[in-house]
């Protein structure tokens, strides 16, 4: 598959590719405002789901001169809303500089990222603070859970700092639909690592929000507590409506989601829907094979 294309489901069952998108962004975004804009959802293009965010021309550079890195080639992606998609490529391809800017963790260097109909590049530091904590979730590898509070009090720690009343009809289905309703009043010392991840999603589900980014959180998990997360996930999309966007290394992970892109070099080199962890893992030894070549052919 060549690059910068994607692979999109004919309504017969059949695949067929399609260049990725790159459209102007003018009239699609309002910038230069105070407070965060009034959002208004994307919507459907061709018959497809509407989209929950989007990348246009998307450049992240470190550095300058001889000694530039290009971490973002110009990328050109959406993730549609009320899926699961995940982000592979070997370290270093560009995968969590992409999750990092899209998330307005780190600024883009050139391009436009429209999340929910805004243009999040064109925001200042105290809209994106109040963006993510809004509209976004996240899920870290490292669980981030504060050991002197209970699981309860964790999950509802974005809620407390917001100064917001907590849901509590939505903190029992989400503790009843990640199955640690009985769970709630232990500390994260006393819960296994698949509990405390499965606590630390129900904390980025708890503001409902409309985007959640999960980096490797899988990571510092055993094989059956990974299966368990990634099965929890899958259902917050199915049962929950969450959009998911999940950076992972393992190719087993990457089969759980919806649909799964592949990054090397900065760019999007395939794009997977309904991923099987054999075409993964053979997309992934297809670009090492690139990549030795092009070392070879370089020196």
Known sequence: MGRHTAVEPKSNGERRTFAAH??????????????????????PMG????????????????????????????????????MFTAIMGPSGSGKSTLMHTMAGLDSATR???LFDGADITEMNDRQLTLLRRRKIGF????????????????ILMPLTLAGSKP?????????????????LNHRPSELSGGQQQRVAIARALITKPKLVFADEPTGNLDSVSSGEVLDFLRRSVRELGQTIIMVTHDAVAA????????????AIVADERNPTPER???LLMEERRNASAHTRTSR
Do not use: C
């Open 167 to 183: 849901d509590r009809v939505w903190l029992r289905t989400l503790a009843r639909t990640l199955g640690i309703e009985h769970r």
């Open 22 to 43: 790159g459209q102007d962004p003018v009239g699609r975004h309002r910038g230069g405002v105070a407070e965060i804009p009034t959002l208004m959802d994307s919507q």
């Open 47 to 82: 018959g497809r789901l509407p989209v929950a965010i989007e990348a246009i021309g998307l450049v992240k550079d470190y550095g300058e001169g001889e000694n530039v890195v290009h971490a973002l080639r110009g990328v050109n992606v959406s993730f549609e809303r009320g």
């Open 111 to 113: 391009g436009h990222i």
């Open 139 to 154: 899920i870290f590898q490292s669980f981030n859970l504060l050991p002197m509070f209970t699981a309860e009090q964790n």
């Open 255 to 266: 089969s759980y989601a919806d649909r799964a892109i592949v990054f090397a070099d900065g």
């Open 280 to 282: 993964m893992n053979e």
